[in-house]
């Protein structure tokens, strides 16, 4: 089970930072990834953090965020800095227990991120 938190209506140029805790399965073994789902358009990767703990950026995101997790705590985080209008979405992490970067088996129910400009 994937719960994802953190997120909210947050202005043009704020930061946000969402957590993720799984529960069950094997985390520390786990490939985790973010993804993003805005209003009327596709679910599209942010990144992810591998069990090896090498972490995976979208091209479209890098340099705006940061994916890291806590294998102690079983939780994948989210850093998003300068956030805009288009970065509102709702944000989900999933699971792939067996570490090769998909398919993801496991999805939490996403948290809504809002920006305001």
């Known amino acids: 089970q994937l719960v994802e938190s953190g997120g909210g209506l947050v202005q043009q140029g704020a930061s946000l930072r969402l957590s993720c805790v799984a529960s069950?399965?094997?985390?520390?073994?786990?490939?985790m990834g973010w993804f993003r789902q805005a209003p009327g358009k596709e679910r599209l990767l942010v990144g992810a953090?591998?069990?090896?703990?090498?972490?995976f950026y979208a091209d479209a995101m890098k340099g705006r965020v940061t994916i890291s997790r806590d294998n102690a705590k079983n939780t994948v985080y989210l850093q998003m800095n300068t956030l805009t209008p288009d970065d509102t979405a709702v944000y989900y992490c999933?699971?792939?227990?067996?570490?090769?970067?998909?398919?993801?088996?496991?999805w939490g129910p996403g948290t809504q991120v809002t920006v305001s400009s």
């Open positions: 999933a699971a792939d227990p067996r570490g090769r970067m998909g398919p993801y088996d496991y």
């Open positions: 069950g399965g094997t985390f520390r073994r786990s490939d």
């Open positions: 953090s591998r069990w090896n703990e090498r972490v």
